[in-house]
């Protein structure tokens, strides 16, 4: 249980073009899922919680309107990265918190490469 | 200030050797503390949570307590296949869907 996938694994994308990322609880319900972002040999640095029909909450420092969000079901969060720069490449990882639950469950991440 | 600090930062052990990785917290409250393992290029395999002082949890090699400062992740007889990040996390009482991780152990497991 608690299977949580992301797709794709890894994106390759011209400078200036966006890029979807998707987010799904498999098994679970997710009332909340968080995009995370990670650099190499660093930890995970939160960039957004959503929740199912509401607006995501952004960290301080993260662009709203670059790194676009939407948590359409309980089952799917998106990250839309719009306009994507060299500087956007990075392994972008989600989490999923079911209902009522305290454990976050980790995708597999994503791999995105801006040439 | 919530915090939350993992020790050693690295380390290196034979295979066989055990060891116990640290993690040290400070929260106004505790709503629970988790482990993840992470694998290079992967997202972080969910291992444990803990909820109060005195609870302890146990898998395969692993073994996860918890006291009102800081829990430890015990390895028992670690093989190479155990070599990863470690990361441990908690969320607080205070703050909405609030999560505070730490750094992170890598541990390297040697044969």
């Known amino acids: 249980g608690a299977v949580v996938s992301q797709h794709p694994s890894r994106v390759i994308c011209k400078s200036g073009t966006s890029v979807k990322i998707e987010c799904r609880s498999l098994?679970?319900?997710?009332?909340?899922m968080f995009w995370y972002r990670q650099f190499p040999k660093q930890s995970l640095m939160l960039m957004a919680t959503?929740?199912?029909?509401?607006?995501?909450?952004?960290e301080q420092g993260v662009e709203k309107d670059k790194f676009l969000i939407n948590h359409a079901s309980l089952t799917l969060s998106t990250l839309t990265v719009t306009s994507a720069h060299p500087e956007d490449s990075s392994f972008y990882i989600c989490?999923?918190?079911?209902?009522?639950?305290?454990?976050?469950?980790f995708g597999p991440g994503t791999r995105l490469l801006v040439l | 200030e919530d915090q939350v600090t993992q020790s050693p930062e690295a380390l290196r052990l034979q295979e066989g050797e055990s060891s116990s990785l640290n993690c040290s917290y400070t929260?106004?409250?505790?709503?629970?503390l988790f482990w993840y393992r992470q694998d290079p290029g992967k997202g972080p395999e969910f291992l444990f949570t803990?909820?109060?002082a005195g609870e302890e949890k146990e898998k395969e090699r692993l073994k996860a307590t918890l006291t009102k400062k800081e829990s430890f992740l015990h390895i028992t007889a670690p093989k190479p296949e155990d070599s990863a990040t470690y990361l441990c996390?908690?969320?607080?009482?205070?703050?909405?869907?609030?999560?505070?991780f730490g750094t992170g152990t890598r541990l390297k497991v040697l044969a």
């Open positions: 989490s999923a918190l079911g209902t009522g639950q305290e454990t976050q469950y």
């Open positions: 098994d679970f319900q997710a009332t909340t």
């Open positions: 959503s929740n199912e029909g509401s607006k995501a909450t952004y």
């Open positions: 929260v106004s409250g505790l709503r629970g």
């Open positions: 803990l909820y109060s």
């Open positions: 996390a908690v969320r607080p009482t205070s703050g909405t869907y609030k999560y505070i």
